[in-house]
């Protein structure tokens, strides 16, 4: 142990002998370790931001579809009893109708987006009601005339959010009605307004769909797809017991006639895009490291060339070819390692500051700190072993003849 000190304090009093041209080798390092920490910090920010943004987009919901080539069976009202029975820790089930028609209200006609089926429609999308409220499964049951609307869609037919209780007309091919507002949502996230940017303006409305499909000619006995909604963490689960509740129910067993798919699908496919993304450019950062340690084994030549007497004179008073050997790895890990601190915290602050810029999230994980700590000592050992090797192989009487 008291060996090892000694290399490292030698390895040390060489560092600062050679200052300016110590910092010039540990360049590399620095920006090697330093891209790895901000690419990996900006990958799991971008990861986690894209996954809010998509689950901001769309709430906790699965899919469940009933393939009618495959069978003369559709859902009915009595499925979605019987999920509700056998599934009780669900927020309930529903179809779901999505057209396109026009909304007219006191400011004028636009175009518009009617989205109709039960009260559990409401989590089909996460931002909340502001103003009044979702209507009810009276209200479904009964087929009133109400909607939902955004806050923006408000504002954009009234003038206000102020307008609960106040009605728009509803127009789909050809067909109109005029429904109640009784509640207002809050506007969509940033995602979806980037992705909508360039399309002509369009009001989102939200009515049941019993009152939609008896004022437009709408079939509600049958649906070939119900919407599932539940808790994030058990909806992949919920979607999986429900796909197997209606085939047993439908006797369908073995025509893969009904299948589901969730939102955790779709952040599962994310994830993977993005680890694949991320894991790129970690790759790419590696190369800036590996240009590093080639300038570590060239310094490191350069180093030996100069200190061939001192080699000399060490091995003709009995220093062992191990000994040698150490004393240059140890300069090379401590060069690297060095260069690897001063790498993490460049990285630390470049990441913060341009996911600040970005407005993201700013997640670096430890291991990935540590990692990149251990890297920077494995890079100077590789890098440094032939310098080393080179230097401890020199015969006594060769290098004093230097």
């Known amino acids: 142990m008291s060996k090892l000190g000694e290399y490292i304090k030698s390895a ?38 894209v996954k809010d943004q998509i689950n901001g987009i769309y709430g906790n919901f699965g899919v469940i579809s009933i393939d009618t080539s495959k069978t003369t069976d559709f859902f009915t009202q009595d499925d979605i009893s019987l999920l509700k029975e056998e599934l009780p820790d669900i927020k309930g089930a529903s179809p779901d109708y999505f057209v396109g028609g026009k909304v007219k209200g006191p400011r004028g006609t636009f175009l518009a987006s009617v989205e109709s089926g039960t009260e559990v429609i409401e989590y089909q999308y996460p931002n909340k009601i502001i103003k009044g409220s979702y209507f009810t499964q009276q209200q479904v049951e009964s087929a009133q005339r109400v909607c939902v609307m955004l806050q923006n869609d408000a504002k954009k037919l009234f003038g206000t959010d102020e307008c609960l209780g106040k009605e728009i007309e509803i127009l789909i091919d050809g067909k109109s009605a005029n429904y109640t507002v009784v509640g207002i949502r809050d506007n969509t996230n940033e995602m979806y307004d980037f992705f909508t940017q360039d399309m002509d303006y369009s009001a989102t409305i939200e009515v049941p769909y019993t009152s939609f499909a008896s004022d437009y000619g709408y079939d509600i006995g049958k649906w070939s797809q119900l919407y599932l909604f539940t808790d994030q963490d058990v909806l992949q689960q919920r979607c999986d017991e429900a796909q197997v509740i209606l085939t047993n129910a439908h006797g369908l067993r073995g025509a893969n006639a009904i299948t589901s798919y969730s939102m955790a699908d779709m952040s599962d496919s994310i994830d993977t895009i993005m680890s694949k ?81 970005i407005n993201m999230p700013l997640f670096i994980p430890p291991t990935a700190i540590v990692g990149a700590a251990l890297f920077s000592i494995m890079v100077g050992l590789v890098f440094g072993l032939y310098p080393a090797r080179k230097a401890a192989k020199m015969k006594p009487i060769d290098a004093l003849r230097v």
């Open 12 to 49: 040390i009093k060489q560092m600062k002998h050679n200052g300016y041209r110590t910092l010039m080798t540990m360049l590399g390092i620095v920006i090697g370790i330093a891209a790895v920490i901000a690419v990996v910090a900006l990958g799991n920010g971008m990861k986690q931001y």
């Open 277 to 357: 993304a991320s894991t790129f450019l970690i790759l790419v950062a590696f190369i800036s490291l590996l240009v590093g340690g080639i300038g570590i084994m060239n310094i490191m030549l350069v180093s030996v060339t100069e200190r061939t007497r001192e080699i000399g004179i060490r091995k003709s008073i009995g220093a062992r070819t191990g000994a040698i050997t150490m004393q240059f790895l140890s300069e090379a890990a401590i060069l690297t390692l060095s260069g690897g601190v001063l790498g993490i915290i460049l990285g630390i602050v470049l990441a913060r500051v341009m996911c600040k810029m």
